[in-house]
């Protein structure tokens, strides 16, 4: 019996990241039938994986939700309508190998009996090569293969995975993500960074309507927005009100920088984190009925009393409700005066955004260089963490050149570094140089032209980076910048 399962799923099972599977297939170190993996070559590519300890699983994804900052996952079960029906979809597939097996049972019954019919006043020569074949039947179903409880060990974790996610496919984008625990279609997107189009997020825009193209989804939020009929018999569901129950492709529009429209919303402090006195982290909490849609490395103006400021979003938008931004004290700047010294949690900031077009290149697999002039860092983050997410990048090297703030997230930097494969950081000291110091990291990359390279910094530093890197063979389209002169 073949065993397929999607690539996102074979990820997932054996702690290595989409991009990482990508990569096998396109090397044909991992096959593939139509997108999915059989089992057995699951087995055969990961010979090291040890299929009945989850532990080093765990591992990486403690660390990789440490890495994450304060984004914990929710380890809950799903919705009891859809774990009901996961689990009748189980007992079926259960229930047909259990059918499978007995009819097998019978056929040996069966051909034991022809052996014996035949076996009935035959040769010497016919006896001797019937009694060969039946010991035959009989040593191999008495020997367990030594690989099966290994296969046995796989298909038990593949199940559970199975039980506490399904996984969808957006179409025409192509991505692939899982939905876990309780989410929604759409919760389930948001956290791996995909930004689909939605509005309220709580049933009632009706901005989130996608179509079910197959697999099987069930409501798990009642929703007061009210579906024509046509677009019922057509599939169409809203996918912050419906959660998938098995696997399930969808068709539903993927929102880029320019289709995101300026939102404004009432967020509340949730803290103030202060790393040194030149700089500190805004952390704020959107509304649950009107979370911010933003891309990784857009801006955000935000607004307490008179005072008023805009910054780069430091957060990734897989965090759900939080937003960060970090804010360097500059004297006279009257929104880092309030932020420093007068922000408590719970006080309302006004937000309104998102702004800009410094996002990553979605369809790009390339080797990304991410440089950081001192609080150019935030948008960065912001980018790296988007990227992370969507598990695509070939590889992400960040350098950040430090200002008088320092690398006041310099641990945050080491734990990516840790915790995802083909990540490295190289802190820079504070330079009058900047031209030298980007022009030696420049040099670092023999085959520029394969890169894509994302700067954020003040305009003259990006505008010497740009140079250096130009000169050393980056293609001009491949040069991505984030100005913090906003
Ligand atoms: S986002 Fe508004 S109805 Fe789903």
């Known amino acids: 019996m073949s065993h397929l399962l999607p690539v996102s799923r074979v990820a997932r099972l054996v702690g290595q990241s989409r991009h990482a599977m990508q990569e096998m297939i396109r090397k044909g170190s ?4 139509d997108g999915m993996v059989e089992l057995d070559e699951v087995l055969r590519a990961f010979p090291g994986v040890k299929w009945d300890d989850d532990a080093e699983l765990r591992r990486v994804a403690e660390i990789k939700d440490k890495a994450f900052g304060k984004r914990v996952l929710e380890r809950v079960l799903p919705d009891k309508s859809v774990l009901a029906a996961r689990l ?10 259990k059918a499978l097996l007995l009819h097998y049972a019978n056929v040996l019954v069966w051909v034991d009996q022809k052996i014996d019919d035949i076996d009935e006043g035959a040769s010497a020569e016919t006896h001797h090569a019937l009694h060969a074949v039946r010991a035959f039947l009989l040593r191999n179903l008495a ?4 690989d099966a409880t290994i296969a046995q060990a796989a298909i038990a974790r593949e199940r559970i995975l199975r039980i506490m996610s399904a996984h969808v496919t957006i179409q025409p984008s192509g991505h692939e993500f899982l939905v876990e625990g309780n989410d ?3 919760d389930g997107a948001l956290r791996n960074g995909i930004s689909l189009s939605y509005g309220c997020s709580n049933g009632n825009c009706g901005e989130c309507k996608a179509r079910v193209i197959s697999g099987e989804v069930k409501k798990v939020h009642a929703h007061d927005y009210v579906l024509k009929q046509g677009e019922k018999d057509a599939g169409v569901v809203l996918m912050c009100a419906y959660a998938p129950v098995n696997d399930v492709v969808i068709e539903a529009g993927v929102a880029g920088a320019r289709d995101i429209p300026i939102q404004q919303l009432t967020a509340k402090v949730k803290a103030v984190e202060v790393f040194n006195p030149e700089i500190a982290a805004l952390h704020v909490l959107a509304p649950r009925s009107q979370r911010l849609r933003y891309l990784g490395g857009q801006t955000i103006r935000l607004t307490v009393g008179a005072a008023s400021g805009r910054y780069a979003i430091a957060s990734c938008p897989c965090e759900d409700r939080h937003i960060e931004v970090h804010v360097p004290r500059h004297s006279g700047d009257a929104f880092a005066d309030v932020v420093f010294d007068e922000l408590k949690p719970n006080v309302p900031v006004e937000i309104e955004g998102p702004f800009g077009e410094f996002v990553l290149d979605e369809e790009s697999r ?9 609080a150019g860092f935030a948008p960065i983050k912001s980018l790296i963490q988007h990227a992370m997410s969507l598990e695509l990048v070939e590889s992400m090297d960040l350098h950040w050149l430090a200002d008088g703030a320092g690398h006041y997230q310099d641990n945050l930097c080491r734990a990516w570094t840790d915790a995802i494969d083909n990540f490295t950081y190289v802190p820079h000291a504070p330079s009058n140089d900047v031209a030298a110091v980007v022009t030696d990291i420049a040099r670092g990359y023999p085959g520029l032209q394969r890169f894509d390279v994302y700067a954020a910094g003040n305009g003259e530093e990006l505008d010497a980076a740009r140079t250096c890197f130009l000169d050393q063979g980056l293609p001009a389209e491949r040069w991505f910048a984030g100005s913090t002169d906003i």
């Open 143 to 146: 020997e367990v293969p030594p």
């Open 366 to 374: 390339r080797p990304t260089i991410f440089l950081a002039f001192g």
């Open 30 to 33: 991992l096959a593939t039938f």
């Open 88 to 97: 009748a979809e189980l007992g079926d597939d259960y229930a047909a190998a």
């Open 184 to 186: 929604t279609l759409l």
